[in-house]
């Protein structure tokens, strides 16, 4: 079934070089599957927006809904240590797959320095929370540990510094014993058990007969089986029944707080000094998981593990396989789509961690480029492969303006305001806007008999049809506004030869272009809500259910009162119910 | 894309005997009986099962011939197959009554090589695109074909793709789906990833011999995976039963590279060491390599079953070979359908999908194998993820079936006619014809008991 209501899509291109789709792999064919179905149609009566249906609440049903409206509250009742005096306001829990960047991060921190691959077929928090490995995973797990040990124990001074001692595999030799369990409660991030420590103390002795007595290749073995163990390759943060007559309701123990907390923030496994805070019982009560929070905060490591909460959110890995169209975007170039998630992480950390303020990163004059993204913005001086600080053209500011949110929302070779206002819509402010019908058949806007028109043009002309106004009306204003910026994020002032005109009005408050639609956005309550939404999900790795709304309110609480900084949020997350118990569905018992 | 390492195994190490070994050499006529109809230890030829996969279907309503029965006419859409026309049934008016609720290709892919609805991630909140939050509802067809075939060959199953799949991973922010990306499913929101260069499943394959006895490295990797199934066994007492179906997937996998590890495998009359075809840049020639080396692990019984996506659902990609490319085309064969429905470019492209399919099935009949040809002990299922990609009809599903699966399929091929019955007779079929002890396939609406009696001898 055809249909009349088609998003704002770029029209036939010509020209690009016969076989770059051959190179287009992953993020950037999904960019193009995205594009092709937004077409938006729905019944006339009704207005787009439908606040969140499943798992919201009130404080973003509207998106100019007071942010600093009080929680509901729900752990006011606790007892002193820790308990809630009710059933925790708490959500699922489960195995969950490392990430391939967990899983690198970990075997490093596990092994030492060693060159680690990144395993693993699920990138996000929350897919890694459900999916499952296949053979060809199992396979790849295991190639992996097996080459990464074998490097790692062909080296005899790389071996020793791991283990500290020379296996003997003699009676009574504590070497492999020893290394096992210390490797292992790295590895596992808790101590092992006395029959798991045997159990590849004999893997290390079989294996040794195996290779014709070799002490050295059945401790690697045994070691690259403690990396390929589900107690490694899941975080196994399965909790504990608060009461053992009632199985539905869990709290974590230490070494899984330890494990929730370490992945949180440095997107690794735990260190020794908060698996001994675990063991000593720290991390029991609030009190003590904040202090190692502001820890872990305080370290460098903190940068990247606290980046990709963003990488997850705005999906920057895309950035990695960025493709553009070279004969339309003559910037465009293999290595520039890398450079604007460089430049990404960057604003992200100057405005989000040192600044401390998450609506910075709306406004920010701040930009950072090397030479080729210094000559997409028009940038004069000296700039070379290292980034370095500069303050943006006049025509920038803020994450909307930054190329890399813009090329990433674009296709190949043309804008489509209409996808990078659903972008901003859903991810950066968590609204909901319903998806095209299945039947909806997606179909370009053909220019009219005049000759060119504008996007903005294109679009008018399209949702006069009023089955199609409601959800452009939602989407397209700040799409719109971004329009001065082409499909790589370079500035055009004009677009098929006729003037851009980038202003509109977003919720009824008019704005002139797009750097002022970012301060706009910097104010605006709701991206504030969406940012602890989306850290409650990626710290829990599901998406938050009725009964944990009064957790996501604390933390926006949290977030307002210290004027957006994402730190009070995090401290604020830790010490949640949502974050230190889990709720088990009944159809879930075994 | 997937992109792994070459495994340092040693898969046919039990296969060679004593002595060296020459490219193209038989390998193994010795490790058959005397009259090339089983191998050496008495067990029979296996038979072998293929799901064959494209993107955006067909033209319904074009895709029948005139005649029903051996007399079909290989001919418009169907040109492509002439030279193996005898080896290959065309089955028309079979319709597929998704529920039309989700993303058509994924409602339409999952109710093909699944027999039921996706499944819709628990996630899913409307601020995403609900194809990436769609899987399987149970087991694709090949998977339950490789329940029954696999027995202790090296490779559960072959899963290969030729053109680029949609996502690299499936794992884009909350995003758990799987259905619009691949097409082989062991079980819901997992996948089998497919390996994209026919080197690289050169190597899996074939990489490294070590003639005589098993190797002592590949039996320390086989031990420790006893660490891991110990390992397994203590966590499972502890999960509920989502992560338990969970963890009992993965310890599928653990089983199946220990049985790898430790295998001896048992080759065929046709079993010789193939060249390494590298990675052709040509779509087509990397779609017959593939077909080569799953010919070849068919004969020396490396594999029993194969799963080729040749497009993703949607066929959201180009098709340079035939000169479908972004030039002036707007930007995928997807895109070019919707906006320009069956033009010649479309209709090249449709009758293209079903040329290189045909290329397949004649890689698998050019290899001798006990008086006839890996075909004549195969079923191999021809199908796409929708009917009509311009429309996303599902009437007039495009569905093939190549092979004599050991005598179960009539042959000479036929056009068989369903009149507008359910399409997943015909994986259902396929299924019965190498003896896979099911008696159903699907659920809800989609399921069936009915074979199509007219393909099967």
């Not at chain 1, 090397?370 to 492969?385: K, M, Q, V």
């Not at chain 1, 043309?414 to 179909?443: A, I, W, Y």
């Not at chain 1, 709304?549 to 933390?555: K, N, R, T």
């Not at chain 2, 995003?175 to 997992?190: E, F, L, N, Q, R």
């Amino acid at each position: 079934m055809d249909s009349p209501c088609a998003a704002a899509q770029p029209p036939p291109t010509p020209g690009p070089a016969a076989g770059r789709r051959r190179r287009r792999r992953g993020a950037s064919a999904r960019r193009s599957i995205a594009l092709a179905g937004l077409a938006l149609a729905l019944v006339p009566s009704l207005a787009c927006y439908q606040g969140i249906e499943l798992g919201g609440d009130d404080s973003s049903s509207t998106s100019s809904a007071s942010a600093a409206s009080t929680a509901s509250g729900g752990s006011g009742d606790e007892t002193s240590g820790g308990e809630p005096a009710e059933a925790p306001l708490a959500g699922p829990t489960g195995l969950r797959l490392l990430t391939p960047t967990q899983y690198r991060n970990s075997l490093i921190d596990v092994l030492g320095e060693v060159a680690a691959p990144a395993v693993g077929q699920w990138r996000s928090s929350i897919a890694a929370a459900q999916g499952g490995v296949a053979s060809a995973g199992v396979e790849d797990y295991e190639d992996a540990a097996i080459t990464v040990t074998a490097a790692l124990f062909a080296d005899p001074d790389a071996r020793l510094a791991l283990t500290g001692c020379t296996p003997a595999l003699l009676p009574g030799d504590p070497c492999v014993a020893q290394v096992i369990t210390e490797v292992g409660r790295r590895a596992w991030r808790r101590p092992l058990s006395a029959g798991e420590v045997e159990r590849y103390v004999d893997v290390a002795a079989d294996v040794s007969e195996i290779l014709g007595g070799d002490p050295w290749g059945g401790l690697q073995h045994a070691v690259a089986g403690l990396l390929q163990s589900p107690n490694f390759l899941y975080r196994v943060e399965l909790g504990t029944p608060t009461d053992p007559d009632d199985p539905l309701h869990l709290r974590f123990d230490g070494h899984e707080l330890a494990s929730r907390l370490s992945y949180l923030l440095w997107n690794t496994t735990p260190d020794d000094a908060l698996l001994q805070a675990a063991e000593r019982g720290d991390l029991d009560d609030p009190e003590g998981l904040s202090a190692e929070v502001d820890r872990l905060l305080a370290s460098p490591r903190a940068r990247d593990g606290v980046v990709q909460l963003f990488v997850d959110m705005f999906d920057l890995d895309a950035l990695l396989s960025l493709q553009k169209d070279p004969m339309l975007l003559p910037a465009f170039s293999p290595t520039i789509g890398p450079a604007m998630r460089e430049e990404l992480v960057r604003v992200i950390e100057s405005t989000v961690l040192v600044e401390g303020d998450y609506r910075r990163l709306f406004d920010t004059q701040e930009g950072f480029v090397d030479a080729e993204l210094a000559a997409l913005y028009g940038l004069e001086g000296p700039f070379d492969d290292a980034f370095a600080p500069v303050m943006l053209p006049e025509t920038r500011g803020g994450l909307l303006t930054l190329a890399g949110f813009l090329a990433i929302n674009s296709g190949e070779a043309s804008t489509s305001p209409t996808h990078r206002g659903l972008t901003v819509r859903r991810v950066l402010m968590c609204q909901t806007v319903p998806p095209p019908p299945p039947d909806v058949v997606p179909k370009l806007p053909e220019p009219g008999e005049g000759g060119a028109m504008t996007k903005r043009e294109l679009l008018e002309q399209h949702v006069s049809d009023p089955s199609c106004a409601a959800c452009h009306a939602f989407t397209d204003p700040i799409g719109l506004a971004l329009e001065n910026f082409d499909a790589l994020g370079g500035f055009r002032a004009t677009d098929q030869g006729l003037p851009i005109d980038p202003s509109g009005d977003f919720d009824g408050q008019a704005f002139a272009d797009a750097v002022a639609l970012g301060e706009l956005f910097a104010a605006e309550p709701a991206v504030g809500d969406c940012l602890v939404r989306n850290l409650y999900r990626y710290a829990t790795g599901h998406i938050e259910q009725p009964v944990e709304q009064p957790v996501i309110s604390e933390l926006r609480d949290a977030l307002v009162e210290s004027d957006h900084d994402l730190k009070a949020a995090v401290d604020a997350l830790v010490r949640s119910e949502g974050f230190r118990f889990a709720t088990v569905s009944p159809e879930d018992l075994p | 894309m997937r992109s792994r390492s070459i495994p340092r195994r040693t898969v046919l190490r039990g296969l060679l005997g004593a002595g060296s070994v020459a490219l193209g050499l038989p390998l193994l006529e010795a490790m058959l009986d005397s009259h090339g109809e089983a191998l050496a230890d008495g067990a029979p030829l296996p038979l072998r099962f293929g799901v064959w996969f494209w993107g955006n279907g067909t033209q319904p309503g074009a895709w029948a011939p005139q005649v029903q029965g051996a007399g079909w006419e290989a001919t418009g859409l169907l040109a492509g197959l002439a030279p193996v026309k005898e080896h290959v049934s065309v089955i028309s008016g079979g319709n597929l009554p998704v529920l039309k609720v989700r993303n058509p290709h994924a409602e339409g892919a999952v109710g093909i090589l699944a027999g039921g609805n996706p499944l819709l991630h628990p996630s899913y909140n409307g601020q995403n695109n609900d194809w990436d939050f769609l899987t399987v509802p149970s087991a694709s067809v090949d998977q339950i074909a490789a329940d029954h075939l696999a027995g202790s060959s090296p490779f559960r199953s072959l899963v290969l793709a030729i053109t680029p799949v949609h996502t690299s991973d499936a794992g884009s922010i909350n995003a758990p789906g799987t259905a619009i990306s691949y097409i082989s499913h062991p079980a819901p929101y997992v996948f089998n990833p497919p390996i994209m260069d026919p080197s690289e499943l050169f190597a899996a394959l074939f990489g490294v011999i070590t003639p005589g006895e098993i190797q002592p490295a590949a039996l320390a990797r086989a031990r420790v995976l006893d660490a891991i199934k110990g390992d397994a066994a203590d966590l499972r007492t502890r999960l509920g039963k989502n992560d338990r179906s969970r963890l009992d997937q993965h310890l599928e996998g653990v089983h199946e590279l220990q049985n790898r590890l430790t295998a001896m495998v048992m080759g065929g009359e046709s079993c010789v060491m193939p060249v390494d075809p590298g990675n052709p840049e040509s779509e087509r020639l990397r779609a017959r390599a593939m077909a080569e080396l799953t010919a070849m692990a068919f004969a020396c019984d490396l594999s029993r079953v194969v799963s080729l996506e040749f497009s993703s659902p949607a066929s959201h990609v180009d098709y340079p070979d035939i000169g479908i490319t972004g030039d002036g085309l707007g930007t995928s064969f997807h895109e070019y359908e919707h906006q320009k429905g069956y033009d010649a470019n479309v209709l090249k492209g449709l009758g293209y999908f079903v040329e290189v399919f045909g290329d397949f099935v004649a890689a698998l009949g050019a290899i001798p194998e006990a008086g006839g040809t890996l075909l004549d002990r195969s079923c191999i299922f021809g199908t796409s993820d929708v009917a009509g990609g311009w429309n996303h009809a599902m009437n007039d599903f495009p569905l093939l079936v190549a092979g004599r699966a050991g005598g179960a399929l009539v042959s000479p091929g036929v056009h068989v006619a369903l009149g507008g019955d359910k399409a997943t007779r015909v994986p259902f079929t396929c299924l019965k014809a190498v003896g896979a002890p099911v008696t159903s396939f699907g659920g809800d609406q989609l399921a069936t008991d009915q074979v199509v009696a007219e393909l099967l001898v």
